[in-house]
Every structure is written in structure tokens, then in C-alpha cells.
């Protein structure tokens, strides 16, 4: 069957620490995998996007990996704040026209 | 800045009620999405329309129709509401395919159904 994993615990990290955050995919073959960040009450806000032939994407201190042998994403903040504490979706590009599979989502929170 | 607004952020409703909800984008975007969320399961696509007048079912339709009579607008009609529907119902649109393929959303409604 399809499934997209993420880890289902929260993250809890110092400030100035990198997180690093997995998404898991298994019987998709994605175009291309999305990064969301989610805050509580509020919908997602886009972050990143990385194609199937991308290996590596860069914005400020976001970096988003994308492994289609594994299966596997990884989405890191570098020197992470507290203001990064959030939800974080990832979301695979599948079946065309824009539409999008998502995971449950990974809670990070950075402690000061 | 694109600008997704959904008519209310809570609702509460009663079993068996006619229930709209609206969703508008200012960007011209051809595609619009509703989505469920619920704690665990994560977003669900429910239903999705590429232009006016179309749609086209998601991952969960049953209990749901949508209605697309203008490009800026998409609504979400739950039937006959039942307590199992409560939920958080997100709107999002994105402009075609090739463009980018991003979605922006709207803030959420949350439905209760009692």
C-alpha cells in the first residue's frame, strides 16, 4: 500500500541546533516532494520545493535533500529558533495537475 | 500575495444539516483543493476542480460535493452533516500545472458537528 511516513513524535531541540526532520515514502513515485510549514490553528505555508532529478535545495537556512532510491527526504534548519517551533508537512507531487499527498506531519519544537 | 479566505473560521452545526463552505482566491488560479485534517491522518484530499465548473473526486468524497461556478470561488457542501465530519476543512488553490506547482492555503475552518 501507499504511505507517506513522518515521524509521528515531536522533535524537541536547542536553539542554534540543527533539526532534521525524515519523510518517508513508500509505492509513490513522485515528480517532485514539498516541504509546508504548519502553525496550530492556521493552514500550511509552502517552504520548498525539490524535483525527482534535484538532489539538494537550499532557501536561507532551509535545506531540503531528496533520495528517490531511498525513498526519502530530509528537511534540516540550520541554527533553529524558537520561532521555527511549528508543525512541518511534507508532500509529495503525484497523479499530476498539482495534486498533492501529504504526510501527518512532524512537530518540532526548538527550546532556548 | 496570494490571498485564500474561507468564509468562517468555527462553525458548529447539528446532525443532519445543509452545511457550505465557502472558499475565495484573488490570484486567478485555475486549480482549487479542499482538504480535510484530523489529528493522526493528516491532510486528506476530498475534492478538486481544474477549472470552472469541473471537479474532480479526491481520496475522501463520500459525503461531500463541491461547486465551482466562478474561477475565484469553490464551495464545499456536506449533504446531510454528520457528527463523524467534524473536522478542520482547509481550502487551498494553485495556479497550473508547470508554473509552479505550489499550493497556497487558506486560514481553516473548523466544524464542529453535534
Known amino acids: 500500500s501507499q504511505k507517506i511516513e513522518q515521524n509521528s513524535e515531536a522533535l524537541n531541540i536547542q536553539e542554534g541546533k540543527t533539526a532534521t526532520l525524515t519523510c518517508n515514502y513508500t509505492n509513490y513515485s513522485p515528480a517532485y516532494l514539498q516541504w509546508y510549514r504548519q502553525d496550530p490553528g492556521r493552514g500550511p505555508v509552502f517552504l520548498l520545493l525539490?524535483?525527482?532529478?534535484?538532489k539538494e535545495k537550499r532557501k536561507e537556512r532551509l535545506k531540503v535533500t531528496f533520495d528517490t532510491t531511498l525513498k526519502q527526504s530530509l528537511f534540516h534548519i540550520t541554527a533553529s529558533q524558537p520561532a521555527d517551533s511549528a508543525t512541518y508537512l511534507c508532500?509529495?507531487?503525484?497523479?499530476?495537475?498539482?495534486?498533492?499527498?501529504f504526510g501527518t506531519g512532524t512537530q518540532l519544537k526548538v527550546e532556548l | 500575495d496570494v490571498k485564500v479566505t474561507q468564509s468562517s473560521r468555527y462553525l458548529v452545526k447539528r446532525t443532519g444539516e445543509k452545511v457550505f463552505l465557502e472558499c475565495v482566491q484573488d490570484m486567478d488560479h485555475e486549480n482549487m483543493f479542499w482538504y480535510r485534517q484530523d489529528p493522526g491522518l493528516g491532510l486528506r484530499l476530498i475534492y478538486f476542480?481544474?477549472?470552472?465548473?469541473?471537479?474532480e473526486k479526491g481520496d475522501i468524497p463520500e459525503g461531500y460535493s463541491v461547486s465551482r461556478e466562478k474561477k475565484e470561488r469553490f464551495s464545499l457542501i456536506l449533504e446531510s452533516a454528520s457528527t463523524n465530519q467534524t473536522s478542520m476543512y482547509l481550502c487551498?488553490?494553485?495556479?497550473?500545472?508547470?508554473?509552479?506547482?505550489?499550493?497556497?492555503f487558506g486560514p481553516g475552518t473548523r466544524l464542529t458537528v453535534l
Open positions: 508532500a509529495l507531487g503525484v497523479g499530476g495537475g498539482n495534486k498533492l499527498t
Open positions: 476542480s481544474y477549472d470552472v465548473k469541473m471537479k
Open positions: 525539490i524535483r525527482e532529478n534535484e
Open positions: 487551498a488553490s494553485s495556479p497550473p500545472s508547470g508554473l509552479t506547482d505550489t499550493q497556497y
